[in-house]
């Protein structure tokens, strides 16, 4: 049975997009957390030294000394609701932002909202002198829900005992709030680092339609790792002549499929998704899964 998990996961690792990458590497997290807080008496120094290099924390000069925790903090999860909530929203969200916008963009976006939001948790502490940590993907996901609600904002979701939702009104009411949570006091900080992965969304919609894209150097850096896998990968060829020699298709394979993915994104830019005819949508559903 374990074995089958594993085969599983490392299939996920291999073919699946880069939303379900990145909910497992969550999950992985979450589940050794859960493990050494298990073994561990409540309250040990030694997982509260753990949690501490994993958090963001509020002190600066912790912050000096552990400077990856800007990047950690953002895959650490305790609660299980927490870790439950946040998956479930980068997961409906992240399927269809992949869907719209390519699946490399998505790991960027995720890791470029967890910065935003770590640096709006640094200016909050500043200013209100908290003393604490920050965890969680909140930030991240809060980056993806506005921008899949900015690229296609009347795109249409379904929920339970309500009906059809569009996007920008479920992505207003969780601004909403988490605007009404800091008005009460609880979680102020989370809600901050929530605020940030917004603006960031905002700014990487905003600097798109100028023509810069914030995920490209990223998005780069991830296909390149991918290409050299691939060519460090050993390859056998056998020659067999007792068979014939296939015949190869002479017909050319397109080179301006990204030139007419970047005509579909700026047409969602100016019009919005629903803007799209059936052919559009349809070649960049395609585009994104072969991305």
């Given at each position: 049975m374990f074995q089958?998990?594993?085969?599983?996961?490392?299939?996920?690792?291999?073919?699946?997009?880069?939303?379900?990458?990145i909910i497992l590497v969550n999950l992985f997290v979450f589940l050794f957390i859960i493990i050494v807080k298990a073994f561990t008496p409540t309250g040990s120094e030694f997982?509260?030294?753990?949690?501490?290099?994993?958090?963001?924390?509020?002190?600066?000069?912790?912050?000096?000394?552990?400077?990856?925790?800007?990047?950690?903090?953002?895959?650490?999860?305790?609660?299980?609701?927490?870790?439950?909530?946040?998956?479930?929203?980068?997961?409906?969200?992240?399927?269809?932002?992949?869907?719209l916008m390519g699946d490399k963009r998505m790991l960027p976006l995720y890791i470029l909202g967890g910065l935003a939001g770590a640096l709006m948790y640094i200016i909050y502490v500043q200013i209100s002198g908290t003393i604490g940590d920050v965890r969680g993907a909140s930030a991240a996901v809060s980056c993806i829900?506005?921008?899949?609600?900015?690229?296609?904002?009347?795109?249409?979701?379904?929920?339970?005992?309500?009906?059809?939702?569009?996007?920008?009104?479920?992505?207003?009411?969780?601004?909403f709030l988490?605007?009404?949570?800091?008005?009460?006091?609880?979680?102020?900080?989370?809600?901050?680092t929530h605020i940030g992965g917004a603006i960031m969304a905002i700014m990487f919609i905003y600097m798109l339609r100028q023509g810069m894209d914030f995920t490209k150097p990223l998005s780069k850096d991830i296909n390149l790792f991918a290409?050299?896998?691939?060519?460090?990968?050993?390859?056998?060829?056998?020659?067999?002549k007792k068979f014939p020699k296939r015949k190869v298709d002479k017909e050319p394979r397109p080179v301006n499929i990204q030139e007419r993915i970047d005509e579909i994104l700026d047409k969602i830019n100016?019009?919005?998704y629903d803007s799209l005819n059936s052919e559009e949508k349809d070649f960049l559903y395609k585009a994104s899964k072969n991305s």
């Amino acid at each position: 049975m374990f074995q089958s998990v594993i085969d599983d996961i490392k299939a996920q690792f291999s073919y699946g997009n880069m939303v379900t990458k990145i909910i497992l590497v969550n999950l992985f997290v979450f589940l050794f957390i859960i493990i050494v807080k298990a073994f561990t008496p409540t309250g040990s120094e030694f997982y509260q030294n753990m949690i501490e290099w994993i958090a963001l924390p509020s002190d600066g000069w912790n912050l000096l000394k552990r400077p990856w925790t800007i990047f950690t903090y953002m895959f650490l999860h305790e609660g299980v609701w927490h870790f439950a909530w946040n998956m479930i929203m980068l997961y409906w969200f992240g399927r269809i932002l992949g869907d719209l916008m390519g699946d490399k963009r998505m790991l960027p976006l995720y890791i470029l909202g967890g910065l935003a939001g770590a640096l709006m948790y640094i200016i909050y502490v500043q200013i209100s002198g908290t003393i604490g940590d920050v965890r969680g993907a909140s930030a991240a996901v809060s980056c993806i829900i506005v921008t899949a609600a900015l690229v296609a904002p009347e795109y249409n979701i379904r929920l339970l005992l309500i009906g059809n939702v569009k996007l920008k009104y479920i992505a207003l009411a969780l601004f909403f709030l988490d605007l009404v949570s800091i008005a009460e006091g609880n979680n102020v900080g989370g809600n901050f680092t929530h605020i940030g992965g917004a603006i960031m969304a905002i700014m990487f919609i905003y600097m798109l339609r100028q023509g810069m894209d914030f995920t490209k150097p990223l998005s780069k850096d991830i296909n390149l790792f991918a290409t050299k896998r691939q060519k460090q990968a050993p390859m056998k060829v056998v020659h067999n002549k007792k068979f014939p020699k296939r015949k190869v298709d002479k017909e050319p394979r397109p080179v301006n499929i990204q030139e007419r993915i970047d005509e579909i994104l700026d047409k969602i830019n100016v019009s919005g998704y629903d803007s799209l005819n059936s052919e559009e949508k349809d070649f960049l559903y395609k585009a994104s899964k072969n991305s």
